[in-house]
């Protein structure tokens, strides 16, 4: 059984505390040692992508002091245990099981007398037949004509993970032929977003799939009936267009007004889910049940590589390590994720749900005060829009915001033009380079607010192209280097209890039942 301490009770991490150094990204990148720095500090990770540390402060002698305190820190063993069944998400009592979703890692986990393996299986298996057959016009509307796009309705976990991977995909499939159906998403109880996505789409040829693990989040139960009466307003039967994933305890699993239910469990978080049912029902739908194998292919091969207890070939432990190291040592707060590819568009939005509702903890794993900084804020958009967006304040600034670069060598959709003797995709690719190396080593000017000081740390994630194997492993990357780095804080990065006081009072404000301030706010609100 590992041993779950505090990160500051760890004479690793002790060792850290008193370690003097300060690498000097500058010097640590310049001239040909520069060079090959950057040759050396590079881990292949699964879907043929690899993560390159070059430009992170750490050196020799860090990564030693790093590795030590992995291995303190029992890192791998409570990997173990967490995917053997152990019960690691110790707020709500459950089992941390997404992994299961994509492969089997150790041993049968067996809970509430099942094969969790085979339980997550046999829904793909279901949602990828109910696929085929939508696909093949053997499931219909009421006039027996095909569905042509899917909508999922669902929040948080259950629209971020889904509509980020759709998103990376999409111009993947079409380039390769693959998209089945076109997929859109409802998330915000505002109306205007619903409104905004049914008056762009035709309702009679539209499959709505209802996505809430607990079966009782308000903005989506809202949406649904929102669509509901959007639908029976066009003369169509709700129950003809409407299928569910929720966790067979939630009271929609109950409800017989859909033509499927799809299941997942409450041993996968919703920030989790992704490659549960909650992804799989639109995905599969979407680009067809055979890319999102291919998807969970690719989590499942990054997995077995974050299995890996030797901390320098192990890419998310690695990460996980150097960002505790820039968080807990060097200070830096937040951390920003700059994907150089269009097709990552939402994937920092689906990060920040991912990172922040894992570990924006103040108290650890048994529910005491911890005295040291835990999960950063996380940001990021696509570049080269970032560039011209918040860099200024990247380079200039007087936060050092360590910075994790994702880049492709191709597009997605082969299409390119050569303009300027360079084509997109090379104009993409030198930004990403030229922004490392600004970002690092700066440069000195007479003129002080021409100066750039360098020394700003980042990484990056380099593949061929963003492909349902790449895309799988990525994610899985940044969903085990945020586990391991709760791991580090002795966090239960698995609950989100601070999620709960704003939905009690928004209750509150509905049923008017409030005074003071909150009175005054609603009122102000116009509620
Ligand atoms: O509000 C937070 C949260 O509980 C997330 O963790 C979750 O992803 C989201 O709400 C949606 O929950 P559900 O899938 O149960 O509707």
């Not at 309702?203 to 009782?216: D, E, P, Q, Y």
């Not at 670069?405 to 997605?412: A, C, D, L, P």
Request: hydrophobic content about 40%; glycine content about 10%; charged content about 20%.
């Amino acid at each position: 059984m590992a041993d779950w301490k505090n990160l500051d009770q760890l004479d690793s991490y002790k060792a850290l505390v008193e370690d003097p150094t300060r690498v000097d990204l500058r010097s640590a990148l310049a001239g040909e040692p520069g060079g090959q720095r950057v040759r050396d500090y590079s881990v292949p990770m699964a879907g043929g992508l690899s993560f390159n540390y070059a430009a992170r402060q750490v050196d020799d002698g860090i990564l030693q002091k790093l590795d030590a305190l992995a291995k303190e820190s029992q890192l791998a063993e409570k990997f173990a245990e967490l995917y053997n069944g152990a019960m690691v998400n110790t707020g709500e009592k459950r089992l941390v099981l997404h992994h299961l979703t994509r492969g089997q890692l150790g041993d049968p986990v067996i809970a509430e007398g099942v094969d969790k393996r085979a339980f997550y299986v046999e829904q793909q298996e279901r949602i990828a037949a109910f696929a085929k057959r939508v696909h093949a016009g053997e499931v219909t509307n009421a006039a027996g004509e095909p569905f042509t796009t899917v909508v999922q309705i669902g929040i948080g976990g259950s629209d971020l993970g889904p509509r980020a991977v759709y998103l990376a995909l999409e111009n993947w499939a079409r380039a390769e032929g693959e998209l089945k159906m076109e997929a859109r998403f409802i998330s915000n109880v505002d109306p205007d977003d619903a409104v905004g996505v049914l008056s762009t789409i035709d309702v009679a040829h539209s499959l709505f799939i209802l996505v809430s693990k607990s079966g009782t989040t308000l903005e989506t139960l809202t949406n649904e009936a929102f669509v509901k009466d959007a639908l029976v307003k066009a003369g169509l039967n709700p129950a003809d267009h409407m299928v569910a994933v929720t966790s067979q305890t939630s009271p929609l699993a109950q409800n017989s007004g859909y033509l499927a239910a799809f299941f997942m469990d409450d041993h996968i978080g919703g920030r989790y889910s992704s490659t549960s049912a909650v992804g799989g029902a639109v995905l599969s739908l979407a680009f067809g049940p055979e890319v999102f194998a291919a998807f969970l292919d690719g989590a499942a091969a990054m997995d077995k590589l974050s299995a890996t207890a030797e901390p320098l070939e192990n890419p998310a432990m690695l990460d996980a390590l150097i960002g505790v190291y820039e968080r807990n040592i060097l200070g830096y707060e937040c951390t920003a994720v700059l994907p150089y590819s269009q097709a990552l568009s939402r994937f920092p939005a689906h990060l920040q749900q991912a990172d922040m509702e894992s570990n924006g903890k103040s108290v650890n794993r048994f529910g005491e005060p911890v005295d040291y900084v835990t999960g950063p804020v996380l940001f990021g958009e696509p570049g080269t829009n970032g560039q011209h967006s918040f860099y200024q304040l990247l380079h200039q600034g007087k936060n050092i915001v360590p910075l994790q670069f994702v880049g492709f060598r191709q597009n997605q959709s082969g299409t390119d033009v050569l303009i300027e003797g360079s084509s997109s995709q090379q104009k993409l690719g030198a930004n990403v380079a030229a922004q490392i190396v600004a970002f690092a080593c700066g440069k000195d000017d007479d003129d002080p607010n021409k100066r750039f000081d360098g020394g700003r740390p980042s990484s990056i994630i380099i593949g061929e192209r963003l492909t349902p194997e790449s895309l799988g492993a990525l994610l899985s990357h940044f969903e085990n280097k945020i586990m391991f780095q709760g791991f580090l804080w002795n966090l239960n990065s698995f609950d989100q209890e601070g999620v709960q006081l704003g939905k009690v009072l928004a209750k509150r404000v509905l049923a008017h039942n409030t005074d003071g301030a909150l009175a005054v706010y609603s009122e102000l609100l116009g509620i």
